[in-house]
C-alpha cells in the first residue's frame, strides 16, 4: 500500500522558471491538501480540495495553482518561481475530518 | 497571526521519564486538536487527537490534555523512549477539515 506519494523528492528552480509537483493517493480519499513548512515553522495550507474537480484556496496560494481532474492526483503547480518558494512541500489527503496522511515531501530549491 | 503557538523550540528528557508537550491557541472556534509526530525527511504522522468536547484521550504510552478555559492542550509521553526522538505539532481544525498547525516541537530522548 503506497499511501501518498510526492514527486520530485528535490528540486533546484531558476527564479522565473516553472514546474508541477506530483502528489497521488491510492487509498480513494477525497480530501487532499497541499503544505508548504518553511524553515523552524509549522505547515501551512496552500490549496485543498474536496473531491474531483472541486478545489479551494489556503492561507497561502498566492503563486500557486492547483487542479483535481481524479481522485487520486492532486498536483501544484508553480508559474512563476521565486526565492521566497523555496520550501518543503507536503501534500496529504483524508478520508474524513478527523486526520490525514502525509506524503514524504518535496524539497524546493529556488535560486 | 499565529492561531496555534508551541512556544518551545525544543525539549530534552531522559528515557524513561515523561515527556510533555505544550500547546496554546487563540481561536476557541476550533472545535478538533491533534497531534503529529515528524521523523527527519519524512512527512508527519498522525499520533493522537481529542474533540473539544473531552479534556483527555489516552493512547497507550501518548495522553493528550485539553483546557478549554485555558485554550491550552498539552501530550504526554510515558515513559519516553529513544524512539520518541522527534519533532511533535499541535494541529487544530477549524472546519472544512483545514488543519492550523503549531511551530512544532523537537523532542530527544537521551539515553
Known amino acids: 500500500n503506497a499511501g501518498v506519494t510526492q514527486t520530485p523528492k528535490f528540486r533546484i528552480l531558476k527564479i522565473g522558471q516553472s514546474m508541477t509537483l506530483q502528489c497521488t493517493q491510492d487509498?480513494?480519499?477525497?480530501?487532499m491538501y497541499w503544505y508548504r513548512q518553511d524553515p523552524g515553522m509549522g505547515l501551512k495550507l496552500i490549496y485543498y480540495?474536496?473531491?474531483?474537480?472541486?478545489?479551494d484556496k489556503g492561507e497561502v496560494p498566492n503563486g500557486y495553482n492547483v487542479s483535481r481532474s481524479t481522485t487520486e492526483d492532486f498536483p501544484l503547480r508553480l508559474e512563476l518561481a521565486a526565492p521566497s518558494q523555496t520550501s518543503v512541500y507536503f501534500c496529504?489527503?483524508?478520508?474524513?475530518?478527523?486526520?490525514?496522511?502525509f506524503g514524504p515531501g518535496t524539497r524546493l530549491l529556488v535560486l | 497571526d499565529q492561531q496555534v503557538k508551541q512556544n518551545s523550540p525544543s525539549l530534552s528528557v531522559q528515557e524513561g521519564r515523561i515527556s510533555i508537550l505544550n500547546c496554546d491557541y487563540t481561536?476557541?472556534?476550533?472545535?478538533?486538536f491533534l497531534w503529529y509526530k515528524k521523523y527527519p525527511a519524512e512527512g508527519p504522522t498522525f499520533l493522537i487527537s481529542?474533540?473539544?468536547?473531552?479534556d483527555k484521550n489516552e493512547d497507550g504510552r501518548f495522553t493528550v490534555f485539553l483546557n478549554k478555559s485555558a485554550k491550552h492542550l498539552s501530550l504526554h509521553i510515558v515513559p519516553s523512549q529513544p524512539g520518541d526522538s522527534a519533532v511533535y505539532f499541535c494541529?487544530?481544525?477549524?472546519?472544512?477539515?483545514?488543519?492550523?498547525f503549531g511551530q512544532g516541537t523537537r523532542l530527544t530522548i537521551n539515553p
Open positions: 496529504a489527503s483524508s478520508p474524513n475530518w478527523e486526520t490525514q496522511y
Open positions: 487509498m480513494n480519499h477525497n480530501y
Open positions: 480540495s474536496v473531491g474531483a474537480g472541486i478545489t
Open positions: 481561536n476557541s472556534m476550533f472545535d478538533y
Open positions: 481529542i474533540s473539544s468536547i473531552k
Open positions: 494541529a487544530a481544525n477549524q472546519g472544512a477539515q483545514k488543519l492550523v
